[in-house]
């Protein structure tokens, strides 16, 4: 039986974050925006970009996935399966984020279309809320893999989301010096309460796996919380992810702290999206628990039985001689 | 019309027959196996053992997860049930292989795409049974049309009460098995 979901690995996981961060970015500059704010002449145009490359290596990582990358295009030609709408989303939310980011350099023709600048950021925060909800929905489509089929799966991923899209728009404030603004302040202490909300609901929903009803839920679970993916778990997502960014919160808040926490935020749900994308095995075919082989086995057997041949093949083929 | 299987456990031997006849039919390589063949227990305590031996093919699902979830639509279901994957459409994203609860599906890493059971399509047009049924010794496989009720696989699944793999999760399987 499956000890991990190992056809979708890190490359799927990578993209799943980069994009669902991109996504969120994109939100938070929209709202920054939207609300006047005067920071977002100076940050919204490189980090805008900044959110549409972060999208763009999202989206390559999963074409480097596929085997057949000449023919990734046709992923959007079954706009009723999920992964199709899931594509669709990926790709509005990088041109949204790059259309977006132009309209604060001066150069570009567009640049004082404020109208129209307001209209593209309500879009991208359709399409990005969107975006970051339709991969729970996709996953969900794994009948037999129970740890992704609950409801609940979406808001977990939402507020996953909305933590590293805010922590990546306070990485680029701090980096581009203008984390000293009230606005970023604001985001800094909105973050705080989806921190704690990523904290409440990514263990809730572990906890909640690890009493269901269906036994490979129950594995899953018990794979994060004291198995294969502990590590990753409790160290990546739990410890660094979450507690010490809260305990940075009882620390003045410098620029230096500020793209601590923000790096380690990152690091946490680049760490959530690769456990709840890997642990989350299928429900055991009878016979499986005695005769299950990993793809690696198989490829080890399979070369060693080659091997075994090839080394035959030579002793006949002297003996002949 | 709609093509479907029935194995009986009581009579299967785990000789891997059907496994290499349909590896052969297909030229698939040692690591590809469209039906592979499980062993299920021992169960009980000594000296009261029992177990079986549990053929997995494609389930060629009427609801099938596969075929909902694939992105360019390579995977399709045709009208008589069968459950295919079009090569020309196939990009190898491999969710199929995500969504598929019954791990069933494998990725050819040469051509970079997802391969599954065909049911010998081509075989059953011909008025042939498939190539794993032909091949059983023990006759431990039988296929036929579900939907005609006087067909022998279908008296076969009410007379002895075959069940599908995991019907709880409704993709409604068309392939049945007399458990021992």
Partial sequence: METKQEYWEG??????????????????????????????????????????????????????????????????????????????????????????????????????????????????????????????????????????????????????????????????????????????????????????????????????????????????????????????????????????????????????????????????????????????VRKVVPGEENEWYSREDIAQLAAALEKRWQEKAEVVCNERR | MRWGMLVDLRKCVGCHACTVACQNINGLGFDEKWTKVLRVGPIGQFPNLSGYFMPVPCMHCEDAPCVEGCPTGASYKREDGIVLVDEDKCLGCKFCMVVCPYGVRTFNEKKGIVEKCIMCYERLEKGEPTRCTETCQLKARYCGDLDDPNSEISIMIGRYNAKPLHAELGTKPAVYYIIP
């Fill in chain 1, 11 to 280: 490359l799927a996981a990578g993209s799943f974050f980069l994009v669902a961060t991109a996504a969120m970015m994109l939100v938070t500059l929209a709202i920054l925006d939207l609300s006047g704010s005067d920071i977002a002449a100076q940050l919204n145009g490189w980090a805008g970009l900044a959110a549409a490359v972060l999208g763009a290596i999202g989206g390559l990582l999963l074409m480097v996935e596929a085997g057949n990358k000449t023919k990734a295009y046709l992923i959007v030609a079954n706009p009723a399966s999920m992964a199709s709408k899931n594509a669709i989303m990926m790709t509005s939310v990088i041109a949204l984020a790059f259309i977006y980011a132009t309209f604060f350099f001066a150069f570009v023709p567009w640049a004082g279309l404020a109208g129209l600048r307001m209209m593209v950021a309500v879009l991208g925060i359709m399409a990005g809320l969107i975006a970051v909800m339709v991969p729970a929905l996709e996953l969900g489509e794994a009948r037999g893999r129970a740890f992704w089929n609950s409801a609940a799966l979406i808001p977990v991923f939402l507020i996953t989301a909305a933590v590293t899209g805010m922590a990546a728009v306070i990485l680029a404030a701090a980096l581009m010096s203008v984390d000293g603004n009230a606005a970023i302040r604001i985001i800094d202490k909105v973050l705080l309460g989806f921190i704690i909300l990523q904290l409440l609901s990514v263990w809730g929903y572990v906890r909640g796996m690890e009493n269901s009803g269906a036994e490979e839920a129950r594995r899953a679970a018990g794979n994060i919380l004291h198995g294969d993916f502990k590590g990753c778990f409790w160290t990546g997502v739990i410890i660094l992810g979450t507690v010490v960014p809260l305990a940075l919160y009882l620390l003045a808040g410098t620029s230096v702290i500020l793209i601590i926490k923000a790096v380690l935020l990152l690091m946490g749900g680049a760490c959530f999206r690769n456990v709840f994308l890997q642990a989350a």
